[in-house]
């Protein structure tokens, strides 16, 4: 894949990062079937959330997927744990084919690679103790525990061990997150997803969570995935950022290079709208407008999928419009920059419209 140039910023191990990806995603496909009928129930469609999506992860690397709500970032990263079983496609951990693994080699993989969910209310047992819900990480995986592994467990997380013994309902929201943390790296896991850890959190506690996540990647030599809409955050701690519209993947690239230099007429749009805390900058950008709605994923548009809101293909001449209504465009390299993708015919039109 021409995408995976290997990372040169962040994380532990990145300089030293190996050749091969520690993650390879191939062509990976999600659809979900459109039944109808009362008593038989007839398949009518489908609902295509995940359609082609090809991403690789280097060891120790922060891979954010990013894009508006619906656009299939959490559906990707499901399927790439198999949370969600793909429809179709490849998922490599360290050279395991994770989606040819039965249910028993599966459940041993599975301390390799953990998940952080978006809401930390909801994903913990609320009948449940803190030490039962971290036992139960152990048990279910067959690893052995000490009369320490607890207390070093919520200490990693900046957490006193005397909550333990307490429920859910008693912490707030940063530290049930942080519990959701302890949780996720209580196997010594390879690969984390984080799945928008921070969103649902105050903003004040936002960057203790983040802080938090980095300094376990810097200590344990994680590798994330990290799935979010805020491209404040983004910034700050991915090194590679791809960008999803309507199931695929429209750019990837160094997160530096993409936040400068964004080819996709997309990913223009959306870097566009994130606020700059100088009202005086604020007022003199040119920001794009994206008209209308993000089309049906049961019935997305043919060839560019982007096209129905683009304003570069507005720009276009009728021939030159007609490939972008034919043609998908593919993943392919940009302006001569390795490890810089984008999808779009006519990415080197820079034009914009200001708001």
Not at 44 to 65: K, M, N, P, S, W
Not at 213 to 218: K, N, P, R
Not at 251 to 280: G, K, N
Request: hydrophobic share 40%.
């Amino acid at each position: 894949m021409s995408q995976g140039a290997q990372p040169q910023q962040g994380g532990v191990g990145v300089a030293e990062a190996e050749k091969q990806p520690m993650l390879q995603v191939d062509n990976l496909v999600k659809h979900f079937p459109i039944r109808s009928g009362v008593f038989i129930k007839r398949t009518i469609g489908e609902v295509r959330a995940v359609d082609g999506v090809d991403l690789d992860v280097y060891r120790g690397q922060t891979v954010a997927l990013v894009g508006e709500s619906g656009c299939g970032k959490s559906t990707t990263a499901r399927a790439v744990l198999r949370l969600l079983e793909p429809t179709s496609g490849r998922v490599m951990l360290d050279g395991v084919d994770v989606t040819a693994l039965g249910k028993d080699k599966l459940r041993r993989t599975r301390r390799d690679m953990q998940i952080v969910f978006q809401d930390p209310y909801a994903s913990l047992n609320p009948r449940m103790t803190i030490r039962q819900i971290l036992t139960e990480k152990y048990q279910l995986l067959g690893q052995k525990m000490t009369k320490s592994t607890i207390s070093d467990l919520l200490d990693t997380v900046g957490l006193a061990e005397e909550y333990a013994d307490r429920y859910p309902h008693e912490f707030s929201g940063g530290q049930r997150q942080r519990i959701g943390i302890a949780r996720a790296i209580a196997m010594n896991p390879k690969f984390i997803v984080l799945d928008e850890p921070v969103s649902a959190l105050d903003v004040s506690i936002q960057a203790q969570i983040v802080n938090l996540l980095e300094d376990l990647q810097d200590s344990l030599g994680l590798t994330y995935l990290f799935i979010a809409h805020d491209l404040s955050v983004v910034r700050h701690i991915a090194d590679r950022v791809a960008v999803m519209y309507l199931g695929k993947v429209v750019e990837i690239a160094d997160r530096d290079d993409l936040f400068d230099r964004p080819h996709h007429p997309y990913t223009q749009a959306l870097i566009s709208a994130v606020p700059i805390p100088d009202p005086r900058l604020e007022r003199q950008r040119e920001r794009i407008v994206l008209r209308g709605d993000v089309p049906n994923p049961a019935n997305p548009p043919s060839g560019c999928r982007f096209r129905t809101r683009c304003w570069k293909f507005e720009q276009l001449s009728e021939s030159d419009a007609r490939r972008c209504i034919e043609e998908p465009p593919p993943l392919v390299s940009v302006a001569n920059t390795p490890g810089h993708d984008a999808a779009c015919h006519y990415a080197s039109l820079r034009e914009v419209v200001r708001a």
